[in-house]
C-alpha cells in the first residue's frame, strides 16, 4: 500500500503534467510562421518518438503480443497521428481557450460513446447528466464564438469541429492503448509502440511542413519546447503520477489543463470571451467534474454492462 508522501508525490506529478500540457496553445502563437500541422507533427511526432525509445526494452520483451493485437497498435497510432493536427488547428482557428477546451471536454463524452457502440458499456443517468452539461457549454461556446464577422465567424466554426475531431482520436488512442493493456501489454509498452507508431505516421508530414523551424531559431525553440516539456516530459510526470493515485483523482486533476490554458491565453495571447463564451467554458468543465469525480467513497463508474439475455 502508498503511503501518503507517496500519494502526494504522485498527485504533484499529474498536477505539473496538466500544467505543462496546458501551456501548448499559447507556446504555438509565438510561432506564427508554424503552421498548425507542422506544430502537430513535431510535438506529437518527435514526443511520441521519444516515448517509444524510453519504452523500448519493454516494447522488444513484448513484441510478439504487440504483433498479436496490431489490430489495436494500428488503429490507435492513426488516432494519435490525427489528434495533434486536429487539436493545433482547432486552436489556430478558434483560439487557444474554445479550441482547448473542446478538445478536451468532448473527449470524454465521446469515449463513453465509443465504449457503449463497441465494448457494449451502458451508460448511466450520471453520465446523462454530465453530457447535458457538456453539450450546452459547447452549444454556448459555438454562439460565443459564431457571434462575429463572417470570415471570423466561418474560422471559428471550422475550429470548433476540428476540436471535436481532435477529442474523438484522443479518446479513439485511449480506447486502443487501453485494449492492448487488457489483452496483456504492460502500460509502458502500450503506450510506447502506440504513440511511436503514431510518431513515425507524422513524420512525413513534418518533412512536408517542417521547414520554417529550421529557418527561424524562434521557430525551433517553440519546436524543441512543444516536443520535450508538454508532450515528453509531461507525459513522463503523467505516468509517474498514474502509478501512485487512482486512476480517477488522475482524471480529476488533470480538469487543471483548459483552465491554464485559457489563463494564458488571457495573459498572454490577448484573448477574449465573452460573458455567455466563459459560462460555456464553465459548463464544459463542469462536465468533466461530474463524469470523472467519484461518487460516495468509491470511484463513480459511469458505464455498466448491458443486462444479458435469457
Known sequence: MLSSGQRLSGAAGVLIAAILWGTT??????APELSPLAVGAVAMGTGGLLQALIATAAIVRQRQL??????????????????PLAFYASMRYAGVTVGTVISIGSAPLL???????????????????????????????CLAESSGPGSASSQ????????LLAGFTYAFYSWS????MQRGVA????????????GLLLMPVLFLTGAPLLADWNNAAVGIYMALVPMF???????????????????????????????????????????SGWAGAG?????????????????????????ETG
Open 25 to 30: 496553445g499559447t507556446a504555438a502563437t509565438f
Open 66 to 83: 504487440i504483433a498479436r493485437h496490431w489490430r489495436f497498435l494500428l488503429t490507435g497510432a492513426a488516432a494519435v497521428a490525427v489528434y
Open 111 to 141: 469515449s463513453a460513446l465509443i465504449e457503449y457502440f463497441v465494448d457494449g458499456l451502458r451508460l448511466t443517468a450520471r453520465w446523462a447528466c454530465g453530457a447535458a452539461l457538456g453539450i450546452a457549454g459547447m452549444l454556448l461556446l
Open 156 to 163: 471559428a466554426t471550422a475550429g470548433i469541429f476540428l476540436g
Open 177 to 180: 492503448a487501453r485494449r492492448l
Open 187 to 198: 502500460t509502458r509498452a502500450a503506450m510506447g509502440a502506440t504513440f511511436g507508431a503514431g
Open 233 to 275: 516530459l509531461g507525459y513522463l510526470c503523467y505516468g509517474f503520477g498514474l502509478a501512485r493515485v487512482p486512476a480517477s483523482v488522475a482524471t480529476t486533476i488533470t480538469l487543471l489543463e483548459p483552465v491554464v490554458a485559457a489563463v494564458l491565453a488571457v495573459l498572454f495571447v490577448g484573448e477574449r470571451l465573452t460573458l
Open 283 to 307: 459548463l464544459i468543465v463542469a462536465c468533466l467534474a461530474v463524469i470523472t469525480l467519484p461518487a460516495g467513497k468509491r470511484p463513480f463508474k459511469c458505464f455498466r454492462r448491458r443486462a
